[in-house]
């Protein structure tokens, strides 16, 4: 048996190298459908370890309260976010699960430095914003803890502010206009790359103090109130418990009954996390449908270039018959033959999902890493599709009549 | 002298459509080791059913046959594969070589059912391709060698296994005089030293003189079954031949 099936293969390799272009395009559906296959897996794991660095990059355990109108605070609108200072002062207090709350306001803002420009994003906060999202200097410093409205021109810049106002100079103690007014840089934020949502550049931005931001960035702003407020639970277990507090204290605050809407929204890493992976699973999904459908033309390729090969061989295999051929020897021939096909076209896909790879993380800069799990998978699927499309054939040469397949003579 | 070949009232059955063809009716034949037989008559009288049957490539529709002790009839496809494998060795009219296949590998492949190892088999291939004369041709394909070499090829091949029954149809049906000669005085040979049992079909009585033995099949019934005293002697008339002036001197590859 054993022999047999090595000189099966040997018999079907030569098949194959007879006909080289006629494989080729036998084997073109699989090669496409194992490449995509390939390149699913490696955008899914990719992705998933993606997800995982740049969620720990913002802090696990935060949450956002966001201003969301709702229709009871559809009249206010005009007026600004209903969430203040103190709403965020009260969530320390009341909830056993925070650790930390930083109010935020932000608004979108040119920078100037000598004659460099750069827009971004303000954001104003006590120092409590760089505890609750981790974040440390590399340079320079952050501004003292206390007093609650510490109103000192000083910034806190984004390592790609520092890069693109300042190049390679030093920006500590440097001063640069935010808007209309001179602020002086203390500190340098340390690197956190793209951000889980959308991959925004997490360190293109400006930090303030509230107090500075009210005062010199926006006026307008209602006293007390705030965009956002940045909520730190005391570890990564008492997010959801932290998540129930916060909605029952501000619903408690914002006078808003249980069975109506809120007028905030409170985002989670996990909600972040959800999105995100709902984007990677539609790309997957859509690339893996590509990939099935190939795998199956390519399948039905294999069985009918098989086909013909048993009708253009039919003499031979009466001549193999009548030499003591058993059906199962001829059945072989022909399977081993088709999962040869099949294989080629898995390794090709393989070696083409990898190029692919490569290309689409220099290219494109997508997450992707290749792991020999898949690969063995793609290339055992291709397998299996040469044994279930080339049994059909297979048995067919194996059926013939070794007195008609040698042709009546 | 055991029998090889026994029939008793075989009969051959086709049905092509509404009608039955008789193809053999009631053949009661017994062959002995070491004889040549030779089948004649006319187109369509059933030469060839009957050789099918006795090559177990088909089973007979009533009566018994028994191939060396074995009844073909009542065996599996894969049983008579394995008969043919191991008692019987064929050759064609066409030859029926593997195309774009070397002698040797071609030689081989019996062999190579019979599970034997490459080493072995090539070895093996090589001195029977010596023994019908084709030492020098081990690497070229069937269409690299002349009509004669191609069956001489083919010879090999039914002789790898060292089978005890060689089957011919019609194997000089495609060669010239000349080279038919040469071909039947290799088969009398093998029969005269191996005691090897040939059964050979043909049209011409040139070639069924050769035999020791003459079934004469018409309309699917065996019609005369004689024995020659004294056959012709193939080798004679090619080594007459080979005196005599080549007509043809630029066959590709000749001998
Ligand atoms: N598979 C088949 N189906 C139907 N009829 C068949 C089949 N094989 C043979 N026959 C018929 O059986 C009869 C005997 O055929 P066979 O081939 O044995 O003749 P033959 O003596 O070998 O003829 P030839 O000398 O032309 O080769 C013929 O009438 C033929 O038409
Ligand atoms: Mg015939």
Redesign the pocket.
């Given at each position: 048996m054993l022999q047999s099936i090595v000189s099966a293969f040997q018999l079907a390799a030569r098949a194959v190298r007879r006909n080289k272009l006629r494989a080729l395009l036998t084997i073109l559906g699989i090669l496409i459908g194992v490449a995509a296959v390939v390149l699913v897996s490696a955008l899914g794991s990719g992705a998933r370890e993606d997800i995982n660095q740049k969620v720990s990059s913002l802090g696990s355990n935060v949450l956002v309260v966001f201003f969301q109108p709702n229709q009871a605070s559809g009249a206010r609108k005009s007026q600004g976010s209903s969430l203040t200072e103190d709403d965020g002062r009260a969530l320390v207090r009341e909830s056993t699960s925070i650790a930390k709350v930083a109010p935020v306001l932000r608004a979108g803002s040119q920078l100037v430095y000598e004659t460099r420009n750069w827009s971004t994003q303000v954001f104003g906060s006590t120092s409590d914003y760089f505890q609750v999202r981790a974040w440390n200097v590399v340079r320079g410093e952050l501004w003292p803890d206390t007093p609650r409205d510490f109103s000192e021109k000083v910034a806190v810049i984004g390592a790609s502010v520092a890069t693109e106002l300042f190049g390679s100079l030093d920006p500590i103690g440097r001063t640069i206009r935010i808007g209309r007014y001179p602020f002086r840089v203390i500190g340098v934020l340390e690197k956190k790359g793209q951000s889980p949502f959308m991959g925004q550049d997490q360190d293109d931005l400006v930090v303030i103090p509230l107090a500075s931001f009210r005062k010199n960035i926006s006026a307008n702003n209602l006293v007390g109130s705030v965009d956002q407020l940045l909520v730190s639970a005391t570890s990564e277990e008492t997010v959801s418990r932290a998540e129930v507090q916060v909605d029952a204290i501000l619903r408690q605050r914002h006078h808003i009954q249980d069975n109506s809407d809120p007028d905030f929204v409170i985002r989670t890493q996990s909600d972040l996390r959800e999105t995100q992976d709902s984007i990677y699973a539609a790309l997957s999904t859509l690339l893996l449908s590509v990939g099935l459908v190939s795998l199956g033309v390519g399948g039905i390729g294999i069985m009918n270039i098989m086909l013909v090969s048993v009708a253009e061989r039919t003499r031979e295999i009466g001549i193999r018959m009548a030499i003591g051929a058993k059906e199962g020897d001829i059945l072989v021939q022909f399977l081993v033959e088709a999962v040869i096909l099949a294989m080629i076209g898995g390794l090709g896909g393989t070696v083409l999902g990898v190029i692919a790879i490569a290309i689409l993380r220099r290219v494109l800069e997508w997450p992707m890493t290749v792991q020999p799990g898949p690969l063995i998978v793609a290339l055992a699927t291709s397998m299996i599709i040469g044994v279930v499309f080339g049994f059909f054939p297979a048995r067919r040469a194996a059926r013939m009549d070794p007195?008609q397949a040698l042709g009546?003579? | 002298m055991e029998p090889i070949i026994e029939m008793v009232g075989v009969e051959k059955d086709?049905a092509?459509g509404p009608v039955v063809?008789r193809?053999l009716i009631d053949a009661h034949i017994t062959v002995n080791e070491g004889e040549f037989v030779a089948i004649v008559?006319?187109?369509?009288?059933?030469?060839?059913?009957?050789m099918n049957i006795i090559g177990c490539l088909d089973r007979p529709s009533r009566g018994t046959y028994r191939l060396a002790g074995y009844d073909v009839g009542s065996r599996s496809n894969n049983a008579r594969a394995v008969l043919r494998n191991r008692l019987i060795g064929f050759v064609f009219q066409g030859f029926n070589l593997l195309p774009r296949t070397t002698a040797l590998e071609n030689v081989e492949l019996p062999l190579v059912y019979r599970g034997q190892r490459a080493k072995h088999r090539r070895a093996h291939a090589r001195a029977v391709l010596a023994q019908v004369g084709l030492a020098d041709r081990v690497d070229h394909t069937p269409n690299q060698l002349s009509g004669g070499q191609q069956q001489r090829v083919a010879i090999a091949r039914a002789l790898v296994t060292d089978p005890p029954l060689l089957l011919a149809d019609e194997p000089t049906g495609n060669l010239d005089t000349r080279t038919s000669d040469e071909i039947l005085a290799l088969l009398q040979r093998l029969n005269r030293e191996r005691s090897l049992t040939i059964v050979l079909?043909t049209?011409e009585s040139d070639v069924a003189l050769c035999a020791s033995r003459v079934i004469t099949?018409r309309d699917?019934h065996v019609r005369s079954d004689v024995r020659q005293s004294s056959p012709r002697d193939a080798g004679e008339a090619a080594a007459r031949a080979q005196s005599e002036p080549e007509p043809t001197s630029a066959r590709p590859g000749g001998e």
């Open positions: 007195i009546r003579e | 086709y092509s063809v193809a008559g006319p187109s369509g009288s059933g030469k060839s059913t009957l079909v049209h099949m699917g």
